[in-house]
């Protein structure tokens, strides 16, 4: 049986963006390949690898892990868990940070970019964490890793570390592959289209998060900047804003750009901006509902600790044989 691996961290309020390059994805590959196993987790440890508050943090595990469900993964097919309670994650990462270069994570663009932003205190754990991301991919041998845009050099860096321990140590870990999104990939910043939308940003104003009631909704998509062309057109060099509103649009509502053209070909912004706001609420507000009724409830544990134990189970096992292979320990 096929693997399926994916993760998200509690760094923030859940975006649209979250949502549609990932969350959507997730359950949709569910839906269609229905001969793969699911293993999703909340990526806790790589939140710490920027300061975080402690009550806030353990606030958003539970928010991430109920927000899976909510937007529509079976529990019954998905082995949810939260990274730092299953430890074997930590020790691969630990082992994968001997087989990564120097000059391999000096050119992730996720740290560039990070440490641009925060100039004055970059954690050393920053820097490591496509070690650790690996190890939450291959230790459980995924065969695929759904994931937007911006994790696609995280990815091939995943790659490359399996290929070299398996090259060095023999046939080991299964070498997975990154599944990005067709539409949704990279929905970008409402107020500034030249960057992703971001949810550790600090203009609330550029970004959606799942939980905004339907009057934000709106309000953030009316003051989404476009352009002075005026006209409902697909062209993400000169109109980058209104692309990404229809990418938005077409990824919301499983539709295809061009048909969404076309239906306001005659139209203008006013009126396609209301429309896009309220497919958006038309998604979001049943996911809210069924948020509320599982983020407190002790159904949520169960599936919790259930998936705690199916993937230590797995690690645990797939460890003792990568200490034995590296040539860790006495046996
Ligand atoms: P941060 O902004 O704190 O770095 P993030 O949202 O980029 O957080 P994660 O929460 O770990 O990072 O991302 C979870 C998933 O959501 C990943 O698969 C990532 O590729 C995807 N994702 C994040 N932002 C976007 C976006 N703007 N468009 C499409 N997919 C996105
Ligand atoms: N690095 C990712 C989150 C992440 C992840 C993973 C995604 C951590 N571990 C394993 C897929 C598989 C990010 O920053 N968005």
Request: a positive charge; aromatic letters at 8%.
């Amino acid at each position: 049986m096929k693997r399926i691996v994916s993760g998200i961290k509690p760094t923030g309020t859940l975006t649209l963006g979250n949502y549609l390059g990932a969350i959507k994805q997730f359950v949709k590959l569910q839906q269609k390949m229905t001969d793969c196993e699911f293993y999703l987790f909340v990526a806790d440890l790589h939140a710490i690898t920027v300061r975080q508050v402690p009550h806030e943090l353990r606030k958003r595990i539970l928010d991430i892990a109920a927000m899976y469900i909510a937007c529509g993964l079976d529990k019954d097919r998905t082995v949810l868990y939260i990274q730092s309670e299953v430890m074997q994650n930590v020790e691969l990462g630990y082992i994968l940070q001997s087989n990564v270069y120097m000059g391999e994570l000096e050119r992730m663009t996720q740290f560039k970019d990070k440490t641009a932003k925060n100039e004055t205190s970059i954690t050393s754990s920053l820097f490591t964490y496509p070690a650790l991301m690996a190890a939450d991919i291959i230790l459980y041998d995924a065969d695929y890793v759904p994931v937007g845009d911006d994790q696609k050099q995280h990815l091939e860096l995943t790659r490359t570390i399996a290929n070299r321990f398996n090259n060095h140590y023999g046939d080991f870990f299964t070498v997975p592959e990154p599944l990005i999104p067709e539409v949704g990939a990279r929905i970008m910043d409402l107020q500034n289209p030249e960057k992703k939308m971001s949810k550790s940003d600090s203009n609330e104003k550029g970004y959606i998060t799942l939980f905004d009631d339907p009057a934000t909704i709106k309000r953030k998509i009316k003051s989404a900047v476009t352009d002075s062309i005026g006209i409902v057109n697909y062209d993400p060099k000169n109109q980058r804003g209104l692309a990404n509103l229809l990418t938005i649009y077409a990824s919301i509502t499983d539709r295809k750009i061009e048909d969404i053209v076309k239906q306001y070909e005659d139209s203008n912004y006013k009126q396609f901006k209301e429309d896009l706001g309220q497919a958006i609420v038309d998604v979001l507000q049943p996911i809210q509902e069924k948020y509320n009724a599982i983020v407190k409830s002790s159904e949520l544990q169960e599936i919790l600790n259930n998936g705690r134990e199916i993937a230590t189970n797995y690690a645990f096992k797939k460890m003792r044989k990568c200490k034995r292979k590296v040539g860790l320990g006495r046996k």
